[in-house]
């Protein structure tokens, strides 16, 4: 994968026989930019500007490296109980993920999500969309997290 776009993502498959809702079909992260495109057929639907983990370059090797992973993950779950505005969460680590962190004999970490700002936020909102702030999850404004949950 190529150093620029670092980070894809696609949205899960709706089950057989299914009316899908889903305009978009994919998401892009590209960390070098921090945006988060939707895609539908491979065409940009929309752009969102985000933040990512502390220590934003590189892959995410193991737990508490506030890194964001880079790969090909999905959409697997909502997360209801975050703390943070409309999170949802990331089949990081893949087996990849794992095998990798066993040889090196580390944790891979886990629950890397997709959210808005948090729900008790302890900055402004400004703050938050300036600076990479997450333990390793990708963050989108608010309002960008009802924008994009329109397109499921």
């Known amino acids: 994968m190529s150093s620029h776009v670092t980070w ?15 305009k ?3 998401l892009l992260i590209v960390k070098s930019e921090r945006k988060l495109y939707l895609l539908k057929a491979g065409e940009i639907l929309r752009d969102f ?4 983990g502390l220590m934003p370059e590189g892959h995410k090797e193991r737990e508490g490296d506030f890194r964001t992973p880079e790969g090909l ?4 779950a909502r997360n209801p109980n975050s703390d943070y505005f409309l999170s949802l ?23 890397i999500m997709i959210h808005g700002q948090p729900n008790e936020p302890k900055y402004s909102e400004t703050r938050y969309e300036s600076w990479d ?3 390793g999850c990708i963050a989108v404004s608010n309002w960008g997290c009802t924008r994009r949950t329109n397109y499921r």
């Open 24 to 26: 978009a079909d994919s």
């Open 73 to 76: 993950y999905y959409l697997d």
């Open 133 to 135: 702030w997450t333990d």
């Open 49 to 52: 500007d985000i933040a990512l």
């Open 8 to 22: 894809g993502l696609k949205l899960p498959m709706q089950k057989p026989g299914s009316r899908s809702l889903l």
């Open 89 to 111: 969460h990331i089949s990081y680590p893949n087996q990849h993920d794992i095998a990798r962190a066993r040889v090196q004999g580390v944790d891979p970490g886990g629950q």
